[in-house]
C-alpha cells in the first residue's frame, strides 16, 4: 500500500521515472513547452521549477565579479563559487550543457523578479490510441 507516499512514479521503476523527468526538464528549459499527458506534465512541473529557481540562486548580476575575485576580493568569490556550485548541481540532474547555459543566460534573468510559478499547465486534448489526456506544459 501507498499510504501517504508523496510524488506520482508514472508506473515506472524509479531509475526510469527518474531518467524521464529528467529528459522532460531537459526538453522543457531547451524548448519552452513541450506536449505530453497531464500526469507527466504536473510531475515534471516541480523539477522544471526547481531548475530555473537552482539558476536563479547563482546568477551573477555582477559582470566584474570575476575579475574581483582574480584580484582577491574575498566576498566576490564567494559568489563565484555559489555560481559554480549552482552550475554543477544543474550538470548533474539536466542531460544537456546548452540547456544549462541557457538557463543561466536566458531563464534566469527572465525569472529574477518572480517568485516561483514558472509554469503553465494547459489541457489540450485526448491521445489518438488510448484515449489519455493530454497538455501544453510552458514556461509562463
Do not use: W
Amino acid at each position: 500500500m501507498r499510504h501517504r507516499v508523496p510524488g506520482n512514479r508514472l508506473s515506472r521503476p524509479y531509475d526510469q521515472h527518474r531518467a524521464l523527468l529528467r529528459a522532460l526538464a531537459t526538453e522543457l528549459l531547451r524548448h519552452d513547452e513541450i506536449v505530453t499527458t497531464v500526469a507527466k506534465a504536473k510531475a515534471v512541473r516541480s523539477q522544471a521549477e526547481k531548475m530555473i529557481t537552482l539558476a536563479k540562486r547563482g546568477l551573477v548580476t555582477d559582470t566584474s565579479a570575476y575579475a574581483k575575485s582574480k584580484s582577491g576580493d574575498s566576498e566576490a568569490a564567494k559568489v563565484i563559487a555559489n555560481h559554480v556550485h549552482c552550475r554543477r548541481q544543474m550538470q548533474a540532474y539536466l542531460y544537456d550543457k546548452e540547456v544549462v547555459d541557457r538557463a543561466f543566460t536566458e531563464l534566469a534573468p527572465r525569472y529574477a523578479k518572480r517568485n516561483g510559478g514558472y509554469t503553465r499547465i494547459v489541457k489540450t486534448h485526448f491521445r489518438r490510441g488510448d484515449a489519455a489526456p493530454m497538455a501544453l506544459i510552458q514556461l509562463v
